[in-house]
């Protein structure tokens, strides 16, 4: 273990997370609501803006975002304060102008509360000890669905001082627990008529067949495939026996179809992760590195008639080029995901290397899966 290379290591990790969550597909069942949601049962999105006021001279340069000036003096003028003309270059140290979010759920009625978020649009240092002053939330529709205020909670905290600077987690954005109140509701319907929709989260026409049978088990004809994704099934018209019915088929267990074989690249972190349905066919691989190093050495001139008697720098660079390339390494044919990860270890690549080869894989075809760079 101690001369395995970091992608090694990063590799058994991933073997055995996999190992341990994708089990053999006869005994893999998951419930209904885990695998499909009802149509028109949604969140539905909230935002708006708003000023966080209270802060200990970590708000925002008013200099360089003037919409945070003129907020507070629309605000002030909303209460009866009518400031001065020529306001406009102010300096309110404690003020920061946020932008607030919030998801909406289904069937949310007016007085209750939901959680906000709050961030900093302009260049106020933290939000930390902040006050979020009331502010209406709306929807796509332009309509008020809620109103925001409360404590800002932000989990970090920050330093600086003679020019250093240390930061602990993110202090331009927070959240409010139960920070808005809802004041509109948003009419949801389950279904139409005598029929209610479920759609899958991922297209898989095999899964969807055996949600229509675990449904007719126990409700016999009353569920029927559409398309790859929707089962349409009918429903009492009732709203407690619907209700009822609804409750019974989210819980259902549905064993679903083995997933198609993919590989997940991430070429920002160098992370790959691959599922139990992919393939390797029998190819061979060379992997070099090479490396490109320039050595610059700073000489003097000695004064002489051509330079006028005066000392000359001049700049001595040295260019190396050293290209390894390792021994080409044979990669069997492997089925299993032990196997595969066995085989993408004897290459010794580090993780950004690992994807090139995968690429390389898969236009030669000796990767059996679906190459997604993300």
């Known amino acids: ?55 200990d001279g970590s708000g925002d340069q008013t200099t360089q975002t003037p919409f945070t000036v003129q907020s507070v003096v629309n605000m002030l003028g909303n209460m009866g304060t009518n400031l001065p003309t020529g306001t406009s270059s102010m300096q309110l140290k404690n003020v920061a102008a946020v932008m607030v979010t919030a998801s909406l759920p289904p069937f949310a009625q007016p007085g209750q509360q939901i959680d906000v ?17 009331l502010t209406p939330l709306k929807g796509a529709d332009g309509q008020v669905y809620g109103m925001a205020q409360g404590n800002v909670v932000v989990v970090g905290a920050g330093a600086s001082g003679a020019g250093s600077k240390v930061t602990v987690n993110h202090l331009s954005a927070g959240r409010i627990a139960n920070g808005a109140t809802v004041e509109r509701a948003v009419p949801t319907l389950v279904g ?7 759609e899958l989260n991922d297209t898989d026409f095999g899964t969807v067949q055996r949600v229509v049978e675990a449904i007719n088990r126990i409700a016999p004809g009353s569920a029927s495939a559409l398309d790859g994704r929707m089962v349409r099934v009918r429903a009492p018209l009732g709203s407690d026996d619907r209700v009822a019915f609804l409750g019974r088929l989210e819980n259902l267990e549905v064993r679903p179809m083995q997933m198609a074989a993919k590989v997940i690249v991430n070429s920002r972190t160098g992370s ?3 599922n139990q349905s992919v393939q390797l066919d029998a190819c061979a691989v060379a ?84 190459l997604e760079v993300i």
């Open 287 to 370: 992997h070099g590195n090479l490396s490109v190093s320039v050595n610059t050495q700073n000489a003097a001139s000695q004064p002489n008639a051509f330079s006028g008697g005066q000392t000359t720098p001049v700049a001595n660079a040295q260019i190396d080029i050293n290209q390894e390339l390792k021994a080409m390494q044979n990669v069997r044919t492997s089925a299993n995901l032990a196997d595969i990860v066995k085989a993408l270890n004897a290459l010794g690549a580090n993780p950004q290397d690992l994807i090139a080869i995968l690429q390389a894989m898969k236009a030669a075809g000796a990767l059996r899966a679906e």
């Open 117 to 133: 978020t709050v961030s900093s649009i302009g260049n106020a240092k933290s939000l930390r000890g902040g006050t979020l002053v």
């Open 1 to 55: 273990m101690n001369g395995m290379s970091g992608i090694q290591k990063g590799l058994m990790v991933v073997m055995a997370i996999v190992a341990g969550l994708l089990v053999s597909d006869a005994a893999r069942a998951e419930r209904l609501k885990d695998l499909a949601s009802i149509s028109g049962v949604r969140n539905n999105q909230l935002i708006g803006y708003g000023l966080v006021v209270g802060l």
């Open 272 to 274: 790959v992760v691959m």
């Open 192 to 198: 139409q008529g005598d029929f209610v929709h479920f």
